[in-house]
């Protein structure tokens, strides 16, 4: 099997995946959505409140921003020496103060110890304070997986499809290079005269898909190719879609590690007398 970056972002991300089966790539997939742990907003102690939103929506709200997360400098709570109590290893900790009349936004809370957790997306609206209104309060992200909230779902989509194959087999006629010539997305597709040459595979067959029936191109042959599909991985921006691809992975590699490890200490059924 073969993996090869395609085109990458601090959010999204396209990979070539070569060698794979179907199911293999969905087992990815749904260890993306529900195993790959990020850091959200768990706790949330409010001092002052006299917005129009209840403290339960506030914190509802604070709990879905993406915080920046590096899988290894923190541990779980539940792991961690602190015995669930929150310290430095498993916790981090916000403060925010505003007064009215503005808008709150993500922007605004603030990071205790360090200024690399800032919220990703800054102008993230939390609440419209009024003249006079308040909101205090501290806040403590901590790690945690999808399948417990989907707050910490590590990505927004995730979605595989087959790769695909693009074959010109002759070429066009004049009345179709001159319609063509004033539509093909430059970088993508080449009209030189009446021949179409394809620069992009993947977005290439994708535009000529969606054109191919309106100017009769009976000279393109749109196919896929077995056993290679094009992943693509969607993040709130606080894992990059290639770091939590490849936690994926090792997640489930554990799993499988852990299977042959019990199936070692199986002993085999002795034969039927
Ligand atoms: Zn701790």
Redesign the pocket.
């Known amino acids: 099997m073969k993996v090869a970056v395609v085109e990458s972002t601090e959010s999204t991300a396209l990979f070539d995946v070569s060698g794979a089966t179907p199911s293999f790539l969905n087992a990815l997939r749904r260890t993306l959505m529900s195993q790959v742990p990020k850091l959200a907003i768990e706790d949330v102690t409010v001092y002052d409140n006299t917005s129009a939103l209840f403290d339960e929506m506030v914190a509802h709200r604070l709990g879905l921003l993406p915080v920046p997360t590096d899988l290894n400098q923190f541990?779980r709570?539940q792991d961690?020496?602190?015995?669930?109590?929150?310290?430095?290893?498993?916790?981090v900790l916000f403060t925010l103060s505003k007064e009215g009349p503005c808008t709150v936004y993500s922007g605004d809370l603030i990071p205790a110890a360090d200024a690399k957790f800032r919220i990703v997306d800054p102008k993230v609206p939390v609440v419209k304070l009024l003249e006079g209104q308040r909101l205090m309060l501290e806040a403590g992200a901590i790690l945690g997986s999808g399948i417990e909230h989907a707050k910490w779902q590590a990505v927004t989509a995730v979605g595989y499809m087959e790769y695909p194959v693009v074959k010109v087999t002759g070429p066009l006629t004049a009345h179709q290079a001159e319609r063509l010539a004033k539509v093909v997305p430059p970088g993508v597709i080449a009209l030189e005269g009446t021949q179409l040459k394809v620069l992009d595979p993947v977005k290439g067959a994708a535009w000529l898909r969606s054109v191919k029936d309106l100017h009769n191109l009976d000279n393109v042959e749109l196919s896929f190719e077995p056993d290679r599909w094009l992943l693509r991985v969607e993040t709130d921006g606080a894992l990059s879609p290639v770091v939590a691809l490849r936690k994926a992975a090792s997640i489930v590699m554990e799993k499988l590690k852990q299977v042959e490890s019990d199936l070692g200490s199986l002993k085999a059924p002795a034969p039927a007398a």
């Open positions: 541990v709570r961690c020496t602190c015995n669930g109590e929150g310290c430095a290893n498993c916790t």
